[in-house]
């Protein structure tokens, strides 16, 4: 089930859950209750020093699930997430180090842009599957479809601030392969061990795909 290259993200679901842990006793159920959802692939954050366990705990105990690490902001943050055992990696922006370095841990990953030149600078490097971050204070739905005439070879993965509404518009695009959201897991839901209310919303995102 772990993707073997950046594009296979994509296949996995229209919806990439996008999740910031403050506690990383809550990562198994709550990656279980949105792999029953039908959104298998969890972008876990490493905003918290929860993230690392957190996808250690994913990774060795849900298998149906595909656990990425997000916020990958340095080259020792990708080296620890690929020991920590996660499937990809996403970046909220990108530099020739840094892309270096996720490509050396020979896991699939999602750099991320914001700009054409940005994308065609990785273009160049040969890597055609992006994250667009953030996605709507950087242009949304408007900008990447504009995108997908110069650069049809690219496909991202918009996030920042996409909602329920926004997904299936930018689902439609041509050039996007999924979304990343931050919707599926509210903090509430979360604290309280609503696995059901998780699951709920993680089965209307699995839906969207146009």
């Not at 922006?93 to 030149?117: E, H, I, K, N, Y």
């Amino acid at each position: 089930m772990k993707p073997q290259t950046s594009h296979d993200l994509f296949a996995l679901a229209p919806v990439v859950p996008v999740v910031v842990l403050d506690d990383a006793g809550t990562a198994v159920p709550l990656a279980r209750a949105l792999a029953r959802g039908g959104l298998p692939a969890i972008e876990v954050t490493l905003r918290t020093e929860a993230g690392l366990t957190a996808i250690e705990r994913i990774a060795a105990e849900v298998p149906e699930a595909v656990v990425g690490a997000g916020t990958v902001t340095t080259p020792g943050l990708a080296a620890a997430a690929a020991k920590a055992g996660a499937a990809f990696l996403v970046s909220p922006g990108c530099t020739d180090r840094l892309r270096g370095a996720m490509a050396d841990t020979g896991v699939p990953f999602l750099p991320g842009v914001a700009t054409a030149s940005e994308a065609m600078t990785l273009l160049e490097q040969g890597v055609d599957a992006l994250k667009f971050f953030p996605a709507e204070a950087a242009g949304g739905r408007t900008y990447l479809k504009s995108l997908s005439g110069p650069l049809p070879q690219v496909r991202f993965c918009p996030t920042g601030g996409v909602t329920p509404a926004s997904a299936p518009e930018y689902l439609a695009l041509p050039n996007v392969g999924c979304v990343g959201g931050t919707w599926l897991t509210p903090r509430d839901a979360v604290e309280a061990g609503d696995w059901d209310r998780i699951e709920s919303l993680a089965r209307e995102a699995a839906a969207l795909r146009p």
